[in-house]
């Protein structure tokens, strides 16, 4: 085991080194410049396509199988998860106060990067032999670019098929089971059956009831623990204006040690802060895409401008929230990290903070796999055909308990590896064929202003 994490933390910091911070960063700004700023400009725009989307239409032309808000509560439902919790607070014990500030600048330029992939996957989606609408990167990859970069796509499709029992199955697992254990002595064995049997029964209706579930279960979480964290906030609220003083300065300068807290170099705030914002928002995996490809409409820019809300809700809400509550709270220095230390930040400040914690997490993880299990599902479907999907969800299911016993340090670096290395393809493939993205939001806000002049 000690050779294989000595392997693993060799090709992690490889792939997670400047040239993928470049990769990731770089893209999203290339997107955003191209866009005029265009999803920071409109997410007013994003917001109302939301609401007015809410429900699938029997009656409407638009193709696809489930509604554009189930389609982002899918793709919320595998982004607001353990990275949120765990994430957020690993970023900062290890990176410092200023991780918060490069998860921030992740986001913003993200939204472009996930505007774009929903825009994509849209555009360039095929139907499956069951007529259901399929897509993601390894199609607008065979679709967009042609023959000759087919193998780009088989590579995300590998890469996605793997990573995804990293990232969106033991990492969730372990991190409930470890909440469950601290906060109500439930043994990990216990949690991962009980998620095993849970997960199992959603999965075999496949995506339209996994949106179902999604789109009840992850709005009301995300508002409760939305509500719980700013509790946290009103009670520390005269350490709001140093917290901030302390997370822009931090971002910029070594923080020295100081209680629990070893000290972090800039690059460690730059590289967690990116890290830990890419796996939690997932703008730039290619991920999210695949959810919103089923959803019901025909215009790719109208589902794109409420994919980019998914980068926006998950990181400048949700895990800002973490993030200050952890700083404001002083627990960043208690030498606490992963969920523990989020649990500590709220416990501290709310009766029942810890519990509300657990609850949360252990929620925001079971919808991340079923959210997740969908991208490695079509993963697999590119890979192997639509008759290996019953095996693969069976599989799925049964790994789940595995994650519940195994080592949190080892899980999180084997997904943070597999995280970068599922980017790469798709963040070529985003460069490529970025002129078509430009060009159909050039379109649709054409049409829009027409339509304005007219009425």
């Given at each position: 085991?000690?050779?294989?994490?000595?392997?693993?933390?060799?090709?992690?910091?490889?792939?997670?080194?400047?040239?993928?911070?470049?990769?990731?960063?770089?893209v999203?700004?290339f997107?955003?410049?191209?866009?005029?700023?265009?999803?920071?400009?409109?997410?007013?725009?994003g917001?109302k396509?939301l609401?007015?989307?809410?429900?699938?239409?029997?009656?409407?032309?638009?193709?696809?199988?489930?509604?554009?808000?189930?389609?982002?509560?899918?793709?919320?439902?595998?982004?607001?998860?353990t990275?949120?919790?765990?994430?957020?607070?690993?970023?900062?014990?290890?990176?410092?106060?200023?991780?918060?500030?490069w998860?921030?600048?992740?986001a913003?330029?993200?939204?472009?990067?996930?505007f774009?992939?929903?825009?994509?996957?849209?555009?360039?989606?095929?139907?499956?032999?069951n007529?259901?609408?399929v897509?993601?990167?390894?199609?607008?990859?065979?679709?967009?670019?042609?023959?000759?970069?087919?193998?780009?796509?088989?590579?995300?499709?590998?890469?996605?098929s793997i990573a995804?029992?990293?990232?969106?199955?033991?990492?969730?697992?372990?991190?409930?089971?470890?909440?469950?254990?601290?906060?109500?002595?439930?043994?990990?064995?216990?949690?991962?059956?009980?998620?095993?049997?849970?997960?199992?029964a959603?999965?075999?209706?496949?995506?339209?009831?996994?949106?179902?579930?999604?789109?009840?279960?992850?709005?009301l979480?995300?508002?409760?623990y939305?509500a719980?964290?700013?509790?946290?906030?009103v009670?520390?609220a005269d350490?709001i204006?140093a917290?901030?003083?302390?997370?822009?300065?931090?971002a910029?300068?070594?923080v020295?040690?100081?209680?629990?807290?070893?000290?972090?170099a800039?690059?460690?705030?730059?590289?967690?802060?990116?890290?830990?914002?890419?796996f939690?928002?997932e703008?730039?995996?290619?991920?999210?895409?695949?959810?919103?490809?089923?959803?019901?409409?025909?215009?790719?820019?109208k589902?794109?401008?409420?994919?980019?809300?998914?980068?926006?809700?998950?990181?400048?809400?949700?895990?800002?929230?973490?993030?200050?509550?952890?700083?404001v709270?002083?627990?960043?220095?208690?030498?606490?990290?992963?969920?523990?230390?989020?649990?500590y930040?709220?416990?501290?400040?709310?009766?029942m903070?810890?519990?509300?914690?657990?609850?949360?997490?252990?929620?925001?993880?079971?919808?991340?796999?079923?959210?997740?299990?969908?991208?490695?599902?079509?993963?697999?479907?590119?890979?192997?055909?639509?008759?290996?999907?019953?095996?693969?969800?069976l599989?799925?299911?049964?790994?789940?308990?595995?994650?519940?016993?195994?080592?949190?340090?080892?899980i999180?670096?084997?997904a943070?590896?597999?995280?970068?290395?599922?980017?790469?393809p798709?963040?070529?493939?985003?460069?490529?064929?970025?002129?078509?993205?430009?060009?159909?939001?050039r379109?649709?806000?054409?049409?829009?202003?027409?339509k304005?002049?007219?009425?």
């Open positions: 085991m000690e050779g294989l994490t000595a392997f693993i933390n060799a090709v992690n910091s490889i792939v997670w080194g400047v040239p993928m911070l470049v990769m990731i960063l770089g999203g700004l997107l955003s410049i191209g866009l005029k700023l265009m999803p920071i400009l409109k997410l007013g725009t917001f396509l609401w007015s989307g809410r429900a699938t239409d029997s009656d409407s032309t638009d193709k696809g199988e489930i509604s554009p808000f189930n389609a982002l509560m899918t793709s919320l439902s595998a982004t607001i998860g990275g949120n919790i765990a994430g957020v607070a690993t970023a900062i014990f290890i990176g410092g106060p200023g991780a918060l500030f998860m921030w600048c992740t913003l330029v993200g939204m472009a990067t996930k774009a992939e929903a825009v994509l996957a849209v555009k360039y989606r095929e139907k499956d032999s007529g259901n609408h897509g993601g990167p390894m199609y607008y990859i065979k679709n967009g670019l042609g023959s000759k970069w087919a193998w780009l796509g088989t590579a995300f499709a590998i890469l996605g995804g029992f990293g990232i969106g199955n033991t990492v969730q697992t372990n991190s409930v089971a470890d909440a469950m254990s601290a906060n109500f002595g439930v043994p990990s064995w216990v949690t991962g059956l009980v998620l095993m049997v849970l997960v199992g959603v999965l075999m209706g496949g995506i339209k009831r996994i949106a179902e579930v999604a789109g009840k279960l992850v709005p979480m995300t508002l409760f939305i719980a964290g700013l509790a946290v906030l009670v520390y350490q204006p917290a901030f003083e302390l997370i822009i300065h931090s910029f300068n070594p020295a040690a100081q209680g629990g807290f070893a000290g972090a800039v690059w460690a705030a730059i590289r967690f802060g990116v890290a830990r914002g890419v939690s928002n703008a730039g995996l290619g991920s999210a895409p695949i959810a919103h490809a089923a959803a019901q409409t025909n215009d790719p820019v589902q794109g401008l409420v994919a980019m809300l998914g980068t926006f809700i998950d990181t400048i809400i949700v895990c800002s929230i973490t993030g200050l509550a952890i700083i709270s002083g627990a960043w220095t208690s030498g606490e990290n992963g969920a523990a230390l989020t649990s930040a709220f416990s501290h400040a709310l009766p903070g810890n519990y509300i914690v657990a609850v949360a997490l252990a929620v925001f993880a079971f919808t991340t796999i079923l959210g997740w299990s969908f991208y490695s599902e079509k993963c697999v479907q590119y890979l192997l055909g639509d008759k290996a999907v019953k095996t693969f969800r599989i799925w299911t049964l790994v789940v308990p595995i994650g519940a016993v195994s080592s949190l340090e080892f999180w670096l084997l943070d590896t597999l995280n970068a290395m599922m980017a790469i798709n963040l070529i493939a985003l460069v490529l064929l970025s002129p078509v993205v430009f060009g159909l939001t379109e649709y806000f054409a049409k829009q202003k027409a304005a002049l007219e009425s």
